[in-house]
């Protein structure tokens, strides 16, 4: 299954569609404190089993594999000069740029990018200059999204959906878990996290049982590697 979490961000990919036992899945990201390594670990032991991949010479918050879990996309940041995405190779960290978004605005922040498996569309949470937050959707294969509707939450950092569809986001200016409805965009409170995360952040979805691991970036060069409960937050 698939997975993306953040230290400044991550992807990840469960065990069952890569092979692994249920025991532990992999767990793919990008680290944007210092000097930008893509690396690899796993849910079971996220310290133990972390190894940086290869250096990374760009900046992405919004990433996520395909369902199949061998593709991953990722939308850059550049400042707001440009919306490009593209493919990243897990075995390298390596970027290919594929184009330029059409649907976001320019200067708008691409805070999450993730796919529902249950249509293969995707869905990318997006911050414009005044800090409201917004939901698109649309196909990765060509880069074209449409808005589907306010979040509602100014600061949503991230977006995840589970295997049945169900999607969920980070707001970290309550630091609060959120549902959103995928057919309007509207987010809806779960409950606080009980962090004070900063900056970006990542989470995914382990298909395999449909837990929403997470990276958490508190400040001062400290993270958290944990769950979500989404009953709760």
Not at 20 to 40: C, E, H, I, K, P
Not at 75 to 103: E, H, R
Not at 138 to 145: L, P, Q, S
């Amino acid at each position: 299954m698939k997975k993306e979490i953040g230290w400044g961000i991550l992807c990840g990919a469960g065990a069952l569609l890569l092979g692994q036992t249920a025991m532990a899945s992999d767990v793919y990201g990008l680290n944007l404190r210092g000097d930008n390594q893509f690396f690899q670990t796993t849910t079971d032991d996220f310290v133990g089993n972390f190894t940086n991949v290869g250096a990374a010479d760009y900046d992405t918050f919004a990433l996520d594999l395909d369902p199949t879990g061998t593709t991953m996309y990722a939308a850059l940041w550049d400042g707001g000069l440009s919306n490009q995405y593209g493919t990243i190779d897990v075995n390298t960290g390596a970027f290919s740029l594929l184009g330029d978004l059409v649907g976001p605005q320019i200067g708008d922040n691409i805070s999450g990018l993730s796919v529902d498996p249950t249509t293969g569309m995707w869905y990318m949470s997006v911050i414009d200059p005044g800090q409201n937050a917004f939901l698109y959707r649309g196909d990765i294969a060509t880069g074209t999204f449409e808005l589907v509707g306010n979040i509602g939450f100014g600061l949503n950092i991230d977006l995840a959906i589970d295997s049945q569809g169900n999607a969920y986001g980070h707001e970290i200016a309550g630091d609060m878990l959120l549902s959103i409805d995928l057919a309007t965009g509207l987010g809806t409170e779960i409950g606080p996290t009980g962090f004070n995360a900063n900056f970006a952040q990542g989470m995914d979805f382990d298909y395999a049982d449909d837990t929403l691991y997470a990276t958490l970036y508190t400040g001062g060069g400290t993270g958290q590697f944990g769950y979500f409960d989404l009953n709760t937050g």
